[in-house]
């Protein structure tokens, strides 16, 4: 039950995009098409934002968009804005009928 | 409106058991799985435990197994988290969420802060 790596921080301008990789493994990300993303801000509960890799829940913007590849998945947030600050965790169904989080990403908006 | 409504939580001796209740309103509880995720001050979040829509299927992080349970009660839309053996390490805020996939839990409950002391 290892963790999924992402990277620690990343950062952009406002209206730039910017893209979250998730790295797993053939037993987790690699073996299903069972990736979510979640938006986590300060003292709140996490937002659910892409799941099944690549699927809006009704409500979010199209900005936020969700992809994969191998054992990569990837979440990419176009026209950055202000509100957009915040952690981003990837999370994956594993062959073991468990999930994973990834370790958390903090975006920067500059 | 759709809620997920938590209680239980509080402080708690190393060794101490403590339940955290999950209680649903507006949706047909029946109709998802649900999964508790925790995460320790100031750090990520951790899955905890997981059941399936019909209660098939059961499973925990390894750090909880024998140590957890999970259970649903259908008639009363709640979902219950049985901690028993705590440890400073089980300190955080623990989370309630309702699936819509097998990995996409689209709504979440207020957060319950359980602070083991030892």
């Known amino acids: 039950q290892s963790a999924l790596t992402q990277p620690a921080s990343v950062s952009g301008s406002p209206g730039q995009s910017i893209t979250i990789s998730c790295s797993g493994a053939s037993s987790d990300i690699g073996a299903y098409k069972y990736v979510a993303w979640y938006q986590q801000h300060p003292g709140k509960a996490p937002k659910l934002i892409i799941y099944d890799v690549s699927t809006r829940p009704s409500g979010i913007s199209n900005r936020f968009s969700g992809s994969k590849s191998g054992n990569t998945a990837s979440l990419t947030i176009s026209g950055l804005q202000a509100e957009d600050e915040a952690d981003y965790y990837c999370y994956s169904y594993t062959n073991t009928v468990t999930t994973v989080f990834g370790g958390g990403t903090k975006l920067t908006v500059l | 409106q759709v809620q997920l409504v938590q209680s239980g939580g509080g402080v708690v001796q190393a060794g101490r058991s403590l339940r955290l209740s999950c209680a649903a309103s507006g949706f047909p509880f029946t109709n998802h799985g649900y999964q508790w995720v925790r995460q320790a001050p100031g750090k990520g979040l951790e899955w905890v435990a997981l059941i399936w829509v019909d209660g098939s299927k059961i499973n925990y992080v390894d750090s909880v197994k024998g140590r957890f349970t999970i259970s649903r009660d259908n008639p009363k839309s709640t979902l219950y988290l049985d901690m028993t053996s705590l440890r400073a390490e089980d300190t955080g805020v623990y989370y309630c969420?309702?699936?819509?996939?097998?990995?996409?839990?689209?709504?979440w409950g207020q957060g319950t802060l359980v602070t083991v002391s030892s």
């Open positions: 969420a309702r699936d819509i996939s097998v990995a996409g839990l689209d709504q």
